[in-house]
């Protein structure tokens, strides 16, 4: 039977060799790629600077802009980084019992190694792309919030490709990020929850906004925890550091979102914004492709809320 990455081969996924002038393919053909590259991009008198790492499958580990970490990159789930969760075709979602994670898996913790599989990686100057296996958050056997897992195996047959560009036109500050789940063949869901993307930030990001396009203008958010429906954007005290996250309407059969979430967990001494889409079908989720293309964006509070009005004035 052919694996799923020897399909990935015949498909053309994974390079083979070098594509274009400055750009430069993670491993030699039949070999999986290690994860590793580092893309920059200017942006308002500094740079914007994304890392990958091993460790993390290919997953972005570290965004720095302006001497400033804006990631809070601990275990295998608090990066830039996609998940999926669903029902499994069993009752209603529960907790994080059948959740594909793209950088591992709760058990990979601080470790140098994940549970996830990177199976295509091509990196340029100010440009990534990725698609990976990704692990289950549990391992079987695992419980999340009182629940067993639903999943059988760690790694799953859910597949995440990941496009990523530092810089937009006229907006230097904006990271174009495309995300493309794969469901496969051979489950049966009802309920599909896409954290197409999500920030875990350091504790200094402590000030929470939401960007109001009625009126052009940030305004203070609560800690909720929860969703809601205004792009959420994440500062420090005195607003000399932002990321916000936007992403435009993108109709679907049984789909809604995006909405945006916003979270304060003082005892990790961490906060979070995601970007989430759901699919709902009492008839099945069917396999194949969900894509979503969001934009994050990253710079100081006026940067970001300049590129905010921008965003919602030029992205259909």
Known sequence: ????????????????????????????????PDGRAVIRGPAGG???????????????????????????????GRQLQSASNLDAGI?????ETYNPT??????????????SQLLHMVAGPSF?????????????????????????????????????????????????YQVTFSLPLGEHHTEAVFEALTGYMPAEFSQFHQYVAATR?????????????????????????????????????HTSGPSYGRFRF???????WNCVFRVRNPAGVAPGEYVYQMFVVVGDLVMVRDALAALHRTVP
């Open 217 to 253: 203008k940030l305004e203070p958010l609560s800690d909720g925890p929860g969703e809601q429906a205004n792009p959420v954007v994440l500062a420090v005290p005195g607003g000399t550091h932002a990321m916000g996250i936007f992403a435009p309407r993108q109709p679907g059969a």
């Open 128 to 176: 990534l792309q990725t698609t990976s296996r990704m692990a289950f958050w549990l391992a079987p056997g695992g419980t999340s919030a009182g629940h067993p897992a639903r999943n059988t195996t760690v790694l799953s047959h859910h597949v995440l490709t990941k496009r990523v560009t530092i810089g937009h036109p006229g907006l230097p500050q904006v990271i174009p």
């Open 102 to 115: 793209e950088a591992g898996s709760v058990n990979d913790g601080a470790g140098n190694t994940s549970s």
């Open 266 to 272: 003082d005892d990790a001494k961490v906060v979070k």
């Open 46 to 76: 500094s740079e914007i600077v994304i890392t990958t790492t091993p460790r993390l499958a290919g997953v972005i580990d570290s965004l720095t802009w302006n001497g400033k970490e804006f990631i809070d990159s601990a275990d295998h």
């Open 1 to 32: 039977m052919e694996t799923i990455h020897q399909r990935h081969q015949r498909v053309g996924l994974i390079p083979v060799m070098l594509l274009a002038a400055g750009m430069t393919a993670a491993s030699p053909a039949g070999e999986l």
């Open 91 to 95: 009752q209603s979602i529960a907790a």
